[in-house]
Nanobody, 120 residues
Framework: QVQLVESGGGLVQPGGSLRLSCRAS????????MAWYRQAPGKERELVAV???????ILADSVKGRFTMSRDNVENTVDLQMNSVKPEDTAVYYC??????????????WGQGTQVTVSS
């Protein structure tokens, strides 16, 4: 059974930084793509960042230049480093595992989510 556990959310001021982490278990981690999604109140869940099994990172236009994603195939974790955060980054952030084909990510499993609030 796949388990994804997110951590690191919280309250951060505009312009600040936050690092989210997701620990995966129950899967052969290194062969899967991993992704971060977010969902703000009243909005649809949107893809923020993907990292493929080979370490290629794909970022949404809204976070390019501010967020980075990394993975550790020994610890079975992925991180989302969020810099220069904006109030519009406020959302519940979800970790996902899935597959990437021709640049398109398809999620299979989800974590419970972690709240990120950007406010002064």
């Amino acid at each position: 059974q796949v388990q994804l556990v997110e951590s690191g959310g919280g309250l951060v001021q505009p312009g600040g930084s936050l690092r989210l982490s997701c620990r995966a278990s129950g899967l052969y981690f290194s062969i899967y793509s991993m992704a971060w999604y977010r969902q703000a109140p009243g909005k649809e869940r949107e893809l923020v960042a993907v990292i493929t099994s080979l370490g290629r990172v794909i970022l949404a236009d809204s976070v390019k230049g501010r967020f980075t994603m990394s993975r550790d195939n020994v610890e079975n974790t992925v991180d989302l480093q969020m810099n220069s955060v904006k109030p519009e980054d406020t959302a519940v952030y979800y970790c996902s595992t899935g597959t990437t084909m021709q640049g398109q990510y398809t999620p299979d499993d989800w974590g419970q989510g972690t709240q990120v609030t950007v406010s002064s």
